[in-house]
């Protein structure tokens, strides 16, 4: 049995890849959304592998790496390890390669990839150095501070193949001409790229989502979007919460952060939904429109200059 333990401050995005987990009946899948929580479970338990999220609220993930590489946690020091970030810092990166993970990977996150991943190190032997060279090898901040670094693009180091284009734009290409989308972006924005770019591409794999759900020949598509939806849902979160920690005096940041739980709250209940019924996509698409109306209304979203 392989036991694994997923470290995600984005509670959806660790049951995502439980889930995904979950499929393997030789795999234990334990998740934990805190520094704190993952700390303690990883001095009670042992794990023969380790997926571990950057950027974990106020404290860095490299953290954890750094305890498991040091010997200070009650699994083995040369366990596989994974990274998972969206946004993250050079000095982070190099701390990473340094502690020899396995793998750096870029969010928004392919389960199918994630998978790969884990198969490929599950029973592959680590030839890696003594603890005690890990110990001083990096120095750990005690808390992480985002002004102490620069921005740096996180891609995964093995990649060797062009990114797989998303289910939602293979469907979008087989629309008809006459199609109306459900969700429509209107003139404005939030004033934050990132975000804007993230929440045009949920409103897109919803209208996507909708409109497979009522074509035959597509349905073998819902699952696949059912998750795009949701890693983009994390993702916004997750960007959302770094501005917000950015510019905590933005008044806008309390709607914009209840609006952005309302999408989360949709895409997760996605999983339980049954889309081969018409009164269950009938119910969604109400609740969708609802939720994107009230995402673009003031303060958090200005559709002028002025405003």
């Avoid at 739980?261 to 895409?267: C, D, G």
């Amino acid at each position: 049995m392989l036991k694994v333990l997923v470290v995600d401050d984005m509670a959806l995005m660790c049951q995502m890849i439980k889930d995904s987990l979950n499929k393997f009946t030789d795999i234990e899948c334990s998740i934990k959304t805190t520094f704190a929580a993952a700390e303690f479970f990883l001095s009670e338990s042992a794990i023969d592998l380790a997926i571990i999220d950057l950027s974990l609220g106020d404290e860095s993930g490299v953290k954890l790496v750094h305890q498991i590489r040091s010997a200070v946690c009650r699994c083995r020091h040369d366990i596989p390890i994974l990274v998972i970030s969206g946004n993250t810092y050079k000095s982070e990166i190099e701390s990473c390669i340094t502690l020899d993970v396995q793998e750096i990977i870029a969010k928004p996150l392919q389960p199918a990839r994630l998978i790969q991943h884990i198969q490929l190190y599950r029973n592959k032997e680590l030839y890696l150095k003594p603890a005690e060279f890990y110990q001083s090898a990096v120095s750990m901040p005690a808390s992480l501070d985002p002004k102490r670094y620069s921005p740096s693009v996180v891609v995964s180091p093995k990649q060797d193949s062009p990114q797989r284009p998303s289910v939602a734009s293979e469907v979008e290409k087989k629309l008809p001409a006459d199609y109306k989308p459900l969700l429509t972006w209107p003139e404005g924005t939030t004033g934050y790229y990132q975000l804007d770019k993230r929440i045009k591409q949920l409103g897109k794999v919803l209208n996507m989502l909708v409109y497979s759900a009522s074509q035959p020949h597509l349905k073998q598509m819902l699952d696949t979007l059912i998750k795009e939806a949701k890693i983009l849902s994390d993702d916004i979160h997750y960007i959302s919460e770094k501005y917000k920690k950015r510019e905590p005096n933005n008044p806008a940041w309390p709607a914009l952060s209840t609006r952005i739980q309302e999408f989360q709250k949709l895409s997760y209940s996605l999983l339980l939904s049954n889309f081969n019924r018409k009164e269950v996509i009938s119910n969604f698409c109400h609740k969708a429109a609802s939720a994107w109306s009230r995402l673009h209304r003031k303060p958090v979203f200005k559709r002028s200059e002025n405003q």
